[in-house]
């Protein structure tokens, strides 16, 4: 089957331009110009014809950051593989990057296996999977070099949640040698747990135990502490390290420190930091704070943390923005911790309106339309090991498309939402422009308002290493 997309303004990384996309079964296989003897041929030729006028043609966008099912807390992250990226589809992704999880006294295989489980023939786009390791020992070292063969090229440990996900300093260091060896990319939960705990346990025998006190307990300086830490741990066993979720101006200060120095240092940001703060969402009235508890938590709008962040996604200091979607509805989840912070399950959900409210930034003069691509597909695709396969509209490619409009627009709300939450954190935020119409692998999945996949049209995604290091 093959479609032509005409009359729309193609978009990648380094630029846009007016071509038609021509896709072959679920490949791209050539970009061409418009009214050109080629391109006439193709229309001719062509089973179905989108017509993408005044609407920008984009690679799909690429969530390098979901929890679906994550245990946490005695509960489980409320979006499904099915629900989630069904969401994450109707926001214009049409790949996703999960985290398996390695808890205490587990086996990694074992764990892996599992994850293998809950989405096979589930998702309604492609997806990879990341490895937590909550139990750096012999066993699950040695496992690493087998998973990077298996297309599990990176590596999520914990500097926080002591007793549960927690690597002490030298767990790190030897984590970080066998990626040094293997290739593989370690990427880094920053913020120092054991201080964390301590401010938390004084906090709650104070009797502060409302949702506020999560943020208030996790001063960004013992993030920014704990990301200088991991960088030079990375160092001394000259490996690569990529930051998860960096949320504050100590911890970009010191990746970009280490940039600049010329080391193999990477960040992402998430949209939860670059619109929500401390004071206003977390420390709403009541409980309602405990829809923006998320670690690392929201930053003080008192500071220039937002800004910072808009300004390393400018300069790179900040390579990716990714959601860390991982929701909890506030009915039986977030309300397990309403007499004490401590016990609210730790998440944002937002995998569906990543690409829109990164497109807020380039309304908002913030980014051009080339790094909203970049930084939201191409980056990490690259960075994860699955591009030119996605990332990028090219030939050879997958025919993951996006078509934005951006004249259309809408109003981030739970009435309308597809992700399996019970609320938004980003109630009433307006967006200007909209997903139009998504192509997962020459399928189109969404278009006139409707979802026309169906679970199980993605598939596993065997990732090969970073090509930002190899
Ligand atoms: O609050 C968060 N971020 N929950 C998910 C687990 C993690 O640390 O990424
Ligand atoms: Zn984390
Ligand atoms: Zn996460």
């Known amino acids: 089957m093959t479609k032509l997309i005409k009359n729309g303004t193609v978009v990648s990384a380094t630029g846009r331009h007016a071509a038609e996309v021509l896709v072959d079964g679920a490949t791209i ?38 929890h679906m099912e994550l245990p946490f807390g005695g509960t489980a992250a409320s979006d499904t593989f099915e629900t989630g990226s069904r969401a994450a589809a109707w926001g214009g992704t ?51 070099d087998t998973l990077v063969g298996e297309g599990i090229s990176s590596f999520k440990l914990f500097m926080a949640y002591p007793g549960v996900f927690y690597s002490d300093d030298g767990q790190i260091l030897r984590a970080m040698q066998v990626a040094a060896n293997n290739g593989a990319l370690i990427s880094m939960h920053a913020e120092n747990g054991i201080a964390i705990d301590v401010l938390a346990e004084q906090a709650a025998s104070r009797g502060d135990t409302g949702p506020v006190f999560h943020g208030l307990t996790r001063p960004s300086l013992l993030e920014g502490e704990a990301t200088f830490r991991a960088i030079q741990l990375a160092l001394v066993a000259g490996a690569p390290v990529y930051f998860v979720h960096l ?34 969402h977390l420390g709403a009235p009541g409980f309602a704070g405990a829809g923006y508890v998320c670690s690392a938590p929201l930053r003080t709008k008192h500071h ?33 911790g309403v007499d004490d912070f401590r016990a609210i399950p730790n998440g944002i959900g937002g995998v569906e309106h990543r690409m829109d409210l990164i497109y807020q930034g380039v309304v908002m003069g913030e980014m051009t339309l080339e790094r909203w691509v970049e930084t939201c597909s191409t980056t990490p695709a690259r960075m994860f090991g699955i591009y030119p396969q996605k990332g990028v509209i090219a030939p050879g490619s997958d025919a993951d498309i996006v078509l934005y409009d951006p004249q259309a627009t809408s109003t981030i709300s739970v009435e309308t939402h597809h992700m399996n939450m019970d609320y938004s954190a980003y109630e009433g935020i307006e967006i200007a422009g909209k997903v139009d119409t998504v192509m997962s692998k020459g399928k189109v999945i969404i278009s006139d308002n409707a979802y026309h996949g169906r679970k199980g049209d993605g598939s596993y995604l065997k990732r090969g290493l970073s090509t930002y290091l190899h």
Request: aromatic share 8%; with cysteine; glycine share 8%.
């Open 29 to 66: 296989v050539a970009l061409l110009q418009p009214g050109s003897d080629t391109a006439l041929a193709a229309e001719a030729g062509a089973e179905e014809v989108i017509d993408a006028t005044g609407k920008y043609v984009i690679p799909g966008g690429i969530d390098s950051h979901t």
């Open 94 to 144: 049409t790949t996703i990057i999960d985290f398996a999880v390695q808890t205490y006294g587990q086996n990694v295989r074992d764990s892996l296996e599992a994850w293998f489980a809950k989405a096979e023939g589930e998702c309604a786009v492609d997806y990879g999977f990341h490895m937590i390791l909550g139990d750096v020992n012999e066993a699950s070292l040695k496992e690493m």
């Open 247 to 280: 949320s504050s101006s100590e911890a970009l200060e010191a990746v970009a420190a280490a940039k600049d120095k010329g080391h193999n240092v990477f960040a992402e940001t998430c949209p939860q930091y670059l619109y929500l703060n401390l004071e206003d």
């Open 304 to 336: 220039s943390h937002q800004t910072d962040l808009w300004k390393g996604l400018r300069t790179n200091d900040l390579s990716i923005v990714a959601t860390d979607h991982c929701p909890f509805c506030m009915k039986d989840q977030k309300d397990l």
